[in-house]
């Protein structure tokens, strides 16, 4: 008995199992509003640039050239140049190219795998950054998962030529170690070292971060970063800013792990979250994962700092330095100039009041008063007085044009005066216009930019303009010597046609192509407006129903030109467009899912016609259930469907395809194996569709030399790059459930040994491996028992013998 006691531990050492250790995942600060056939109707960098005036600075040529912007994700995106392609190209940004103005490295080996949540944050970090910048250079540092984010972030402020960082990622304080918040905060402090600016988005779960007492998102909190919240913006159709309030998502609070740095307001004896804000409740338009997408949260608003940063840093041709404690001082002292004032809005506990808060910190930017603020000159203003009136600047009289410097922010008084100077001679006061436009005889601005103010007393003009929109014709009295802009669309629709803008002429002179002319004015003359007329092209949807588009492309007169030129339109039923009337036309659509159908269309080519048909083929939804050899549901990760000579891949199990249609089915992965099939079915009225795949059940059983079942045995099997892993019954046997039939590696691991066996492709197999002693143990074991067995019944034998001679 004494014996046996070990060998019964030894074999539960033997089939003890490894515990692993699994940490707390990363938060990514995005959210997606879902999109109707791919028709995006939020916010567009062109609407982010006008409502927070990033064009003055565009216009001043400061767009980021010579900058560089790094961001550090996990994962990356595998198609992101192909993204940024089609976004580059459908606002007209200039191209991102990989190895040029786009520097991808992944400095700690490539992603394993790309999840959809990683894939959509690279593209929108990426996108948000280069359309506000968009002359900078791009470096997307890559970790290969969320457990190397820290050492990237390391590696991007030790290695990376940049004065920019943006992270759009992060979790609650409560969820680090004190050690992992150090470590990482050591190295902000680097970065800060170096004149880097990190720029980091404060959540999107507000000031709970599902938790049931307050908390904040960390790296966020660092006092060492710039925390950037959420707003909700409001645009004008035009673009121009509307309305803003504070974000109810917008992550926002008090640090448990870091005091209050100097430069914030002393309100809290802690941090406080965030600094900045931008806009993140309202959703921008992304291309991601090979098409358009609608998101929103604090990771886009992260990206949108770091662009402006790289701004600043163009514009005073160096390094500003840490930009949270410059950011403070100008909110103290022109933060209306600079800033845009958030007075409502709440994330949860925390509300947004017009003074630094919780929820939008110092508010969100007026981009080109905050760059030129940053850039500490003095700013020369020209007023200009061409008839020697008389005006006031600040409660000093001036007589004459004069030039004056001002500091940035400072606030500007003019009055202006009319003058009687003889009985037939008067000086009326017209108008004060330049950096402030306004038909009064007072005026304030604060300054934000040199230039000049005209105060004008002068002579007015009459100018006519004939048919300045093909039909109807308009005048204006215009001052003597100023600039008068002529301009008017460049086209006009009307119910049956569309007016094409070829130009105008100056008292019936010389045709000028173009919309937008500059004149002095001295005189008074007449404009005569020249048009063409392109007709209108209904299109007409058959065999569909409605909620139906389609795309077209056609022909059209090019304005100011004589010229026609290609364009594209997304038509719906009994939609029109304008072309010119020897266009061919070619129509074709997307699938569009309406009820529980989906309708696709041929592509058609048609010549001119009023009224264009188009055809559209009604599809149903079927579910393929991917069967294995035994009968068992499988589920692979992708596979390849062909139908109508279009092959797709898909990795859902649910198709669209017309009644009685064939439907192949190819190369497929399932538990990360290849397998080559190629099967064909057919479609009909019912909704599943059944396929066999070369999946089974493998059978190993492993015994010693000498036949012995080994029990508790470690068997991996390895198909192409994928490994299962299981142990031996009792009986030395081991089932793998619905594996790939493929060839195949079994590894044995057992007696504290391994054995392998390559090349294997049976279904059941009988592998013999090795014992050494432990076998043979068990045969001395096996022969003491057998000997124990025998002297006991010789014992039992002979008692029995005596009682009989008794």
Not at 472 to 498: A, D, H, P, V
Request: proline fraction near 3%; charged fraction near 15%.
């Amino acid at each position: 008995m004494q014996k046996i006691i070990p060998l019964f531990i030894l074999i539960i050492l033997l089939l003890s199992v490894s515990i692993t250790h699994a940490s707390k995942g990363i938060n990514l600060n995005f959210q997606e509003m879902p999109l109707q056939n791919q028709v995006c109707n939020y916010l567009t960098p062109q609407n982010l640039k006008t409502a927070y005036n990033f064009l003055s600075l565009y216009n001043l040529n400061i767009d980021g050239n010579g900058q560089s912007i790094a961001i550090v994700v996990a994962h990356g995106d595998p198609n992101l140049q192909q993204d940024v392609n089609a976004f580059d190209s459908y606002y007209g940004l200039n191209a991102l190219t990989n190895g040029t103005n786009l520097i991808i490295e992944e400095p700690f080996g490539n992603a394993s795998y790309y999840p959809i949540n990683w894939t959509y944050e690279t593209a929108l970090d990426v996108e948000m950054s280069h359309s506000l910048a968009p002359d900078a250079k791009i470096y997307l540092i890559i970790a290969p998962n969320d457990s190397w984010l820290f050492q990237t972030v390391n590696y991007t402020v030790n290695n990376i030529p940049t004065n920019t960082i943006s992270l759009s990622w992060g979790s609650s304080e409560l969820d680090y170690s004190q050690q992992s918040i150090n470590y990482l905060n050591s190295i902000f402090k680097s970065a800060q070292s170096k004149g880097i600016n990190i720029f980091v988005a404060s959540g999107d779960t507000g000031a709970y971060n599902s938790y049931s007492t307050p908390n904040v998102n960390f790296p966020a909190s660092s006092p060492n970063v710039i925390a950037v919240g959420g707003t909700t913006l409001s645009v004008y159709s035009n673009g121009d800013y509307k309305s803003e309030v504070g974000w109810n998502g917008s992550g926002g609070g008090q640090s448990q792990f870091f005091g209050r740095p100097i430069f914030q307001p002393d309100i809290s004896s802690y941090r406080m979250v965030p600094d900045v804000a931008f806009d993140a409740g309202t959703p921008v338009c992304v291309y991601a994962n090979s098409g358009w997408t609608a998101l929103y949260g604090t990771s886009l608003a992260a990206p949108s700092w770091a662009a402006i940063d790289s701004l600043i840093n163009q514009n005073i041709n160096g390094d500003e330095g840490y930009l949270d404690s410059h950011l403070y001082r100008l909110f103290d002292n022109v933060g209306s100039i600079v800033f845009n004032n958030i007075t409502s809005g709440c994330n949860n506990l925390y509300c947004a009041d017009g003074k630094y808060n919780e929820v939008t910190g110092l508010g969100s930017p007026k981009v080109y008063s905050l760059v030129e603020a940053l850039s500490n000159t003095t700013y020369e203003i020209y007023f200009n007085d061409s008839t020697s009136g008389v005006f006031s600047v600040n409660g000093k009289n001036y007589t004459k044009s004069t030039a004056l410097k001002f500091a940035f922010g400072e606030k500007v008084n003019i009055a202006a005066y009319s003058q009687n100077i003889s009985s037939n001679k008067r000086i009326l006061f017209d108008s004060i216009s330049g950096i402030v436009d306004t038909s009064n005889n007072t005026a304030s601005f604060f300054i934000n930019q040199s230039g000049t103010v005209n105060i004008d007393f002068s002579v007015y003009f009459l100018v006519n303009e004939y048919d300045y929109n093909g039909i109807n014709s308009r005048n204006e009295y215009i001052k003597n010597g100023s600039l008068l802009t002529i301009s008017t669309q460049k086209l006009e629709n009307y119910s049956q046609y569309q007016e094409v803008l070829l130009g105008f002429s100056i008292d019936n002179g010389t045709l000028l192509q173009t919309s937008n002319y500059k004149i002095n004015v001295l005189s008074p003359f007449n404009v005569s407006f020249s048009w063409s007329e392109d007709p209108k092209v209904t299109f007409k949807f058959l065999n569909g129903t409605d909620g139906l588009y389609a795309n077209v492309s056609y022909y059209r007169a090019v304005p100011l030109s004589k010229n026609i030129q290609k364009v594209y339109s997304l038509v719906g039923n009994e939609s029109y467009i304008y072309s010119s009337n020897n266009s061919n036309f070619y129509v074709y659509a997307r699938p569009q899912i309406i009820a529980k159908n989906r309708y696709i269309t041929l592509n058609l080519t048609s010549k001119f016609q009023s009224t264009i048909p188009v055809n559209f083929i009604k599809e149903y939804n079927y579910t393929i259930k991917f069967l294995s050899e035994q009968g068992a549901l499988i589920k692979p990760s992708y596979f390849y469907l062909s139908f109508e000579n279009i092959t797709e891949i898909y990795q859902n199990y649910y198709i669209w395809a017309p009644r009685n249609n064939e439907i192949t089915i190819r190369n497929m992965s399932y538990d990360g194996v290849t397998l080559n099939i190629n099967q064909t079915v057919q479609t009909n009225s019912k909704n599943d569709l059944n396929v066999s795949v070369p999946v089974s059940n493998i059978n190993i059983k492993v015994v010693t030399i000498l036949g012995i079942p080994v029990v508790g045995a470690s068997v991996t099997i390895k198909i192409d790059n994928a490994s299962f892993k299981n142990y031996t019954n009792v009986l030395g046997g081991v089932t793998f459930a619905n594996l790939p039939q493929k060839t195949y590696n079994a590894t044995i691991t057992a007696y504290n040994s391994k054995f392998f066996f390559n090349n294997l492709n049976t279904l059941s197999s009988t592998l013999s491996i090795t014992a050494g002693l432990y076998e043979l143990y068990l045969i001395i074991g096996a022969i003491v028992i057998i000997l124990v067995i025998l002297l006991l019944a010789e014992h039992i034998r002979h008692r029995k013998s005596g009682k009989k001679h008794k």
